[in-house]
């Protein structure tokens, strides 16, 4: 399941992501995606670039250094909209360190690693499909707890 379960759509909508159950599931990218409700779930299925993670979930300080990571659904940053995971607080105080280059690094790193993904991972690549917007907007971090 994608995000660990954590509602994708609450990242952006409440103070911190909130748990999202079976009973409002929907599949996009050949994975399940959960959600603390209905109405967040139709918000999802209407446009599921816009709270996916970017770069399928990866964390984007391993992506800019060169290789894929997981990220983890805890540590997150919401920037220019888009929702990035990270690996480790450490990579995300390295990403704050120098944002628009991590992020122009982390594209570059994405196209060339992308590809190399399989099963559930390949198939969120696929549906999520977009390099990151490289002009950071407002950001704010996930604590992490």
């Not at 779930?41 to 979930?57: K, L, S, T, W």
């Not at 964390?59 to 250094?65: I, Q």
């Not at 399989?118 to 977009?130: L, M, Y």
Request: proline share 6%; hydrophobic share 40%.
């Amino acid at each position: 399941m994608a995000l660990e379960g954590y509602d994708p759509v609450s990242y952006f909508t409440e103070p911190e992501p909130v748990q999202g159950v079976a009973d409002f599931e929907y599949q996009w990218g050949g994975v399940p995606w959960y959600f603390a409700s209905a109405a967040n779930r139709d918000v999802f299925m209407r446009n599921p670039e816009i709270y996916a993670p970017q770069f399928g979930g990866h964390c984007v300080t391993s992506l800019a250094r060169g290789y894929l990571s997981d990220g983890k659904p805890r540590l997150y940053v919401i920037s220019g909209m888009k929702l990035y995971l990270f690996y480790s607080v450490a990579n995300r105080e390295a990403f704050f360190q120098s944002e628009d280059t991590s992020l122009l690094d982390a594209n570059s790193g994405w196209a060339k690693l992308s590809g190399t993904l399989t099963g559930e991972e390949g198939s969120v690549a696929d549906a999520v499909g977009k390099a990151a917007d490289v002009a950071p907007a407002e950001t704010e971090a996930g604590t992490g707890h």
